[in-house]
């Protein structure tokens, strides 16, 4: 490789331009909780960014790496333990990831782009995209701080205004021209939506027509053009539309004939307020119900204090109004109801032994007005754990109890929350022990990783049509059968928990984890009676849907519930030529009734370009969003077929694009793996996705953990998956202030990204990984002591407690700035609440769980990430 | 001339084959309906509001969903009487159908009662079209296997 280096004078391109939606209705309110919109940093930051390459290391690092801990290493070729020598990178626009061999290529490029004057950003970033790299030589492929999405290659009016990358991603941001081009490149082409993410501004329109196409009934949105004053293009159909007389008038600058300055065509995300032509019924209000587990084994682990306790202090925050109603049911081998009437002195119960054929005993006091009853109901919450303590009962009738919650909710709809313990052992939906534990860490087949009865999804479709969402959250320490059971959240659009092995005592992790889960989830924002349709360019179909819902029909989802925590993923296809357009446009409009009792439709439309050549789909490919559709299609596949197969087909992806930009580009060395700039985490991504939970083998994963990850893979949001696959590590022990972000007189530091292997942790640094839902620290046995002291207020290494899960609040410099790098960590997600921090030093439990993180290492029935590059470079010359 | 149980068989096939044209005719329009339900911009004005046109046609493609089971058992049902009749041949052509009626029915997604379409994986464009496909390929076996019995028929009667 070419090791010579120039600086490099490319004109900067600004990574983050302002994507937020930019309030201004006067006629709206703003609604959206406070959670801070994660692009602000990016903006904040602007194109300052002076980098710490990653190829040097950090101030302080010695440059001796520590003895293994105890894991095997892959034995390194020659020319990939060749680093080149650590030198400051001139360049600040590129965050100093430039690795050699790409200078002289790109000074040329410069010098085009200069001559070619201000033009040069668009194809300058084409360049850096398609740069071939190979993989088996870069060892530093990493960019020093997580990547921001590729921005399409739109024209700068366009990309101010299109869609959040967080809520809408396409995988391609250069949309293919026909199928067979689209076949050449061997990605797949797909969006992945966040589509009720908790926005800090968002334009509320309040008006009587809502102004949409009349053939195709897309929303009117910022890339629609205006004939003239009065007509209107649509941008996914192509009818010429009439504007009516009310949208002349601009309520934002009070003027009128200025049509295309009203909020819906300056913001592609905005929210209706619909009027009565978009109501089957009137708005419901919001209903809470909750199913609880009170036999031998819920009592047991105690989850019931822990729930009462959280519920009793978040009771005022639970989205709603006046109207909203909440029940409890509680079940073993028979079913409880709680008559909570108000004028009832205390909360009466009454039991249901019929599990054969269940009925509702009262009609209208098990439901009740949670402002009218509220006294009733923190009483019953104040009595519920204390009233099963010396229960035998073992059995437990899950099925028969959701059958009771259906028939008590389906007259308006709402929210079920159902809390188990075990595997359901009486009535209808029992279901029996299915996995071998011998076979956990087989390599051979998994079985068993579909439902074994079809009543959980048939009980889910009934719901479903009956506006009920159903939560589950699984605490158990035994095999529960979660494949059958998540079948009832699946298809109603609710969400799934699991806390193995809870106990509020003995494992107090997940009891933290367990307070925190319900803490948001309690709060959280919700939207009732909800359908999402997403239409797109004529042209364009959509091909499947992954994630928690009914398909009701080709582009029409019905979710029940709808979460801001939820995400969606669409697998798409070109059914016609893209030829006689260059913009191809999606949109998803999602209409829900809030928990105020409101009906409103939120609208994100996201504008992208076609392009005709394929060296421009592969410039444009999100590998992020990439991965995260593999893995959907992965779990299907693994589902419908066989895990081995699904392993395959992730492999065989890899595999297939490769050797597509092989065969493409006749103009690059036959040698090596070699991967346009854009593409080169891919093989990355897909290892670290054959090793999490849901689709390793090999190693010991119990049944439903493995299907518990596949849950959570199909519906979670991008960023939630991307940190669950791949987290962030970074060396925290000596973070400087150099290079980094001063954010309202705070100074948060900014390490570089590490790579996920034990070759870059020493024994003389302290480690954080970042996960999403959990954070490890990672502390070495010859950390300084400094650290310890100042940061977590210990003397020294050998008095760390085992199990620290919070970072002590001390008052010294290094303590604030690493408190303020976590904080900012946290801000960066979507879930705030979804924190924890382990401890974990070198002979502590938590070990295996954050050594399992570093995919790129070998384990022992897993490729380390170097075999992989070479497993599928033999692939390719097959 | 004579009428044996052959001719019989023969006849009987010739209209039980009637049907399953008009069955897998059913099969073709339901799954084509499912399919091009958005392209109907009475229905998208408003999502949620069901009207009568789409109950009607929700009514349909579920009848033609349960007649899947009618289908298969009318198939067994006479190819058992060939077997009676000693109709190698028609038995023999009979064959690959009923290997994969039995295969399709083996495959089925978990399920409590009869059936064999799952509402939540209808949806997928790649079962929608190996469903559309199938029901065409059935289409074109049965109206080929109808003028075979035809001309079985006639055979049989003027041959014995």
Same mark, same amino acid.
């Given at each position: 490789p070419l090791i010579c280096k120039f600086p490099l004078t490319a004109p900067s391109f600004d990574f983050a331009s302002d994507r937020r939606c930019t309030s201004g209705d006067s006629s709206s309110t703003t609604t959206g909780s406070a959670s801070p919109v994660p692009n602000s940093y990016e903006s904040l930051e602007g194109g300052s960014y002076s980098g710490t390459s990653l190829q040097s290391p950090p101030a302080g690092v010695p440059a001796k790496l520590a003895p293994p801990f105890g894991y095997n290493y892959p034995t390194m070729h020659p020319a990939y333990q060749q680093n080149p020598a650590p030198k400051p990178d001139p360049s600040p626009s590129h965050g100093g990831? @430039? &690795?050699? #061999? +790409?200078q002289p290529y790109s000074q040329v490029l410069t010098l085009l782009s200069s001559a070619l004057g201000g033009l040069g950003g668009v194809s300058e970033l084409e360049a850096e995209t398609l740069r071939p790299v190979n993989l088996l030589q870069? %060892? @530093?492929? *990493? &960019? $020093?701080?997580r990547a921001p999405p590729p921005e399409p290659n739109l024209s700068n009016d366009l990309r101010k205004v299109n869609c959040s990358p967080d809520t809408f991603r396409c995988t391609l941001t250069n949309i293919p021209q026909t199928q067979a081009l689209l076949n050449k490149a061997r990605l797949p082409l797909g969006l992945l939506l966040h589509p009720f993410r908790d926005l800090t501004q968002l334009p509320v329109i309040t008006s009587n027509t809502i102004v949409r196409c009349r053939s195709c009934r897309t929303y009117i949105n910022p890339f629609v053009s205006f004939l003239d004053q009065r007509r209107w293009k649509c941008n996914l159909c192509y009818r010429v539309n009439d504007v009516p /007389?009310?949208?002349? +008038? @601009? &309520?934002?600058?009070? =003027? +009128? #004939?200025? $049509?295309?300055? %009203?909020p819906e065509v300056q913001n592609s995300t905005v929210e209706f307020i619909a009027s009565s032509d978009y109501m089957l019924r009137p708005p419901q209000p919001a209903l809470y119900l909750f199913l609880l587990d009170v036999s031998h084994n819920a009592v047991e682990s105690g989850y019931l204090n822990v729930f009462c306790q959280s519920l009793l202090d978040n009771l005022e925050k *639970? $989205? #709603? /109004?006046?109207?909203t109603h909440i029940g409890f049911v509680t079940f073993d081998s028979t079913v409880h109801f709680y008559n909570l009437q108000e004028g009832l002195s205390q909360p009466q119960m009454l039991v249901v032994s019929d599990i054969d054929d269940v009925f509702i005993p009262t009609h209208d006091s098990l439901l009740v007005n949670l402002k009218e009853s509220k006294e009733l109901v923190k009483d019953l919450l104040n009595a519920l754990p204390g009233m099963f303590t010396h229960t035998r009962e073992t059995q437990s009738a899950l099925g028969p109890a959701l059958q009771a919650a259906y028939k008590l909710m389906s007259p308006t709809g709402g929210r079920v929350s159902v809390f188990q313990t075990q595997l359901p052992t009486l009535g209808a939906g029992l279901l029996q022990s299915r996995e071998d534990p011998n076979l956990r860490s087989s390599t051979k087949n998994v079985q068993h990783l579909g439902p074994a009865t079809d009543f959980y999804k048939k009980l889910a479709l009934d719901c479903s049509g009956q506006q009920i969402g159903v939560d589950l959250f699984l605490l158990s320490s035994? +095999? =529960? /059968?979660l494949a059958s059971l998540a079948c009832v959240s699946k298809y109603s659009a609710g969400s799934v928990f699991y806390y193995p092995s809870f106990h509020h005592i003995h494992n107090t992790a997940q009891r933290q984890k367990f307070q925190k889960d319900l803490q948001r989830y309690l709060t959280r924002k919700i939207g009732f009676e909800a359908v999402m349709r997403i239409r797109c360019t004529k042209g364009l179909s959509i091909h499947t849907f992954h994630g928690n819902f009914f398909v009701r029909s080709t582009d029409l989802l019905s979710l029940a519930n709808v979460n801001p925590d939820s995400g969606f993923a669409v697998q798409m296809s070109i059914e016609e030529s893209l030829a006689d357009t260059s913009l191809a446009c999606f949109q998803a409009a999602l209409l829900y009734t809030s928990s105020k009792g409101k009906r409103r439709i939120r609208v994100h439309t996201l504008c992208l370009p076609v392009v005709s050549q394929l060296s421009e789909v592969f410039a444009g490919a999100d590998i992020q969003a990439i991965s995260c559709l593999l893995a959907n299609m992965a779990i299907d596949r693994s589902i419908s077929s066989s895990l081995s197969d699904a392993r395959d087909a992730l492999v065989n992806a890899v595999v297939d694009c490769l050797t597509a930009y092989r065969a493409n #580009?006749? @103009?690059?060395? &036959?040698s090596g793996l070699i991967a346009p700039a854009a593409l080169r985490l891919f093989p990355l991504y897909v290892l670290a996705l054959l090793k999490q939970k849901a689709l390793r083998t090999g190693t010991s994963t119990r049944l439903d953990e493995r299907v518990f990850s596949m849950c959570e893979l199909k519906s979670q949001p991008l960023q939630q998956i991307m940190h669950m696959v791949h987290p962030d590590l970074y060396r925290i022990d000596n973070m400087t202030e150099q290079a980094a972000l001063h954010l309202n007189d705070s100074v948060i530091p900014q390490p570089p990204l590490l790579q996920l292997t034990a070759e870059k942790l020493t024994r003389e640094g302290a480690f954080l990984m970042d996960c999403g839902s959990v954070m490890y620290l990672w502390v070495g046995k010859c950390c300084n002591e400094t650290f310890i002291r100042d940061v977590l207020g210990f003397p020294n290494y050998a008095s760390l407690p085992s199990n620290m899960t919070e970072i002590p609040e001390l008052q010294t410099t290094y303590s604030e700035r690493t408190r303020a790098f976590i904080s900012w960590l946290y801000d960066f997600m979507l879930t705030l609440t979804l924190m924890q921090l382990f401890f974990s030093r070198d002979d502590a439990s938590t070990k295996t769980s954050f050594f399992q993180h570093l995919v790129e290492d070998r384990t022992e029935s897993a490729f380390s990430y170097y075999e992989f590059l070479l497993h599928v470079q033999q692939q390719m010359s097959k | 001339m004579a009428f044996t149980f052959a001719a019989f068989c023969y006849m009987l096939a010739l209209l039980l084959t009637a049907a399953l044209i008009f069955f897998a005719i059913w099969h073709i329009i339901a799954f084509d309906e499912l399919k091009t339900d958005y392209k109907n911009p009475i229905d998208q004005c408003n999502t949620l509001n069901p009207t009568v046109d789409r109950v009607k046609k929700i009514k349909r493609v579920r009848l033609a969903l349960k007649l899947v089971l009618p289908e298969y058992l009318i198939h067994v049902f006479f190819c058992v009487m060939f077997l009676c009749a000693a109709e190698w041949l028609t038995l023999g052509l009979n064959m690959p159908l009923l290997a994969y009626h039995i295969w399709r029915y083996m495959s089925r997604p978990v399920m409590s009662g009869p059936g064999l379409y799952d509402p939540t994986t209808i949806m997928n464009a790649d079962i929608l079209a190996y469903c559309q496909k199938e029901g065409w390929c059935k289409l074109a076996f049965y109206l080929l296997s109808f003028f075979y019995y035809l001309y079985g028929m006639i055979y049989v009667l003027v041959s014995s």
């Open positions: 990831y @430039n &690795p050699p #061999g +790409y870069e %060892r @530093n492929i *990493l &960019p $020093p701080k /007389d009310e949208f002349m +008038y @601009n &309520p934002v600058t009070r =003027s +009128y #004939g200025e $049509p295309h300055k %009203r *639970l $989205p #709603g /109004d006046t109207r035994q +095999y =529960s /059968d #580009g006749s @103009n690059i060395q &036959p | -």
